[in-house]
């Protein structure tokens, strides 16, 4: 079954689009350019990582749009009635949003839809970018990076000690079958306060708050530009400890970790970019970069098939060793005095 977007409205009872998904940059970029028709039930949902008041134009569109901008706790917050095609005018919402349905002209004023109205998705998987599990102890469990290096270039220090930091959510890519929606970064789950470095030498590029803070977004966030071509972006800060355009050197501490922003527990969302001039940044697996292994959660382990071994189990593995230890010494010295 196709991916539907269900609105009830207050008037007219519920209302049902079948829909294209466009969550990935190049997808949203795109939207509906160069349609030449949209059905009546049909329409384009774009799947936002961050809430914000995402703007949109009709470049290249050659057909009139009703563009309905949603909030994360799935409520119509604005709606852009019949907007004209082939236009540059930029639109943005009145207020901040999450997801977009993009609808034929007309359509939202012929079936009542109006702010307010619950909306539902029906086949559409949605992950949360800034959403990290709280934060569990690993007695093992650790990816190694060297059978996923796409690059020779790697950190010249961690940008959070990997021997406390354990990594709550991979990039994408290194997560089959648990992300339908791009997770542009690595997420590592680390206590409010922990050092932030900067994995490479560069220039402070923004240090700022990201939009909606502090009840959603990036929160406090430090973009990096590097000699290497590469920039690299820290979200949910505590603290600033750099400001922009000051020059750091690899190690140096540019901040401290935190919870702000679209966050549900305290850690880095740590991301690797490569610049494209005149287009959008490419992000890249962050893992690819480590200049060795890293540690998992307990439940990223579990999902991924590393093996781990519980706690209690563990300890008791230990202490079945110790007491086959002893008992061998005991039976040795006992031979050896010839108590038996």
């Not at 034929?104 to 992950?127: H, P």
């Not at 994408?172 to 791009?182: I, M, N, V, W, Y």
């Not at 997770?183 to 240090?207: I, Y």
Request: with cysteine; aromatic share 8%; hydrophobic share 40%.
């Amino acid at each position: 079954m196709q991916p539907r977007v269900l609105i009830q409205t207050a008037t007219s009872g519920t209302h049902t689009f079948v829909v294209e998904v466009a969550s990935s940059d190049a997808d949203i970029r795109q939207g509906l350019m160069c349609r030449e028709a949209l059905g009546e039930s049909e329409g384009m949902l774009f799947l936002f990582q961050q809430r914000d008041r995402h703007s949109f134009w009709m470049k290249n569109t050659p057909i009139s749009l009703d563009i309905v901008f949603m909030d994360d706790d799935m409520r119509v917050v604005d709606i852009i009635h019949r907007a004209q095609p082939m236009s540059y005018d930029i639109m943005k919402p009145r207020r901040p949003g999450r997801f977009v349905l993009e609808v034929a002209a007309g359509e939202c004023l012929a079936r009542g839809i109006a702010i307010g109205d619950a909306v539902d998705f029906d086949g559409v998987e949605l992950v949360d970018e800034h959403c990290a599990p709280s934060l569990e102890s690993t007695a093992g469990g650790t990816l190694g990076s060297t059978s996923y290096r796409g690059s020779p270039v790697t950190f010249d220090v961690y940008p959070v000690d990997p021997a406390t930091a354990k990594v709550t959510s991979l990039f994408a890519s290194q997560e089959p079958g648990l992300r339908t929606s791009p997770h542009r970064g690595m997420d590592f789950g680390v206590p409010v306060g922990t050092p932030v470095k900067a994995p490479w030498p560069g220039t402070v590029e923004r240090v700022f708050q990201d939009a909606g803070f502090p009840s959603a977004g990036g929160g406090n966030v430090i973009f990096m530009r590097h000699p290497n071509g590469l920039r690299t972006a820290y979200l949910h800060l505590s603290q600033f400890k750099v400001t922009q355009g000051q020059q750091v050197a690899a190690g140096d501490v540019i901040g401290l970790s935190g919870n702000t922003g679209g966050s549900t527990g305290p850690h880095l969302h740590f991301e690797v970019r490569q610049v494209v001039p005149g287009s959008s940044d490419v992000r890249l697996n962050p893992l690819d970069y480590m200049p060795g292994p890293v540690a998992l959660s307990a439940s990223l382990a579990a999902k991924m098939g590393v093996p781990m071994l519980a706690p209690a189990k563990s300890i008791g593995i230990v202490g079945l060793g110790l007491l086959a230890f002893l008992g061998f010494h005991a039976f040795r010295i006992g031979k050896q005095r010839r108590w038996f």
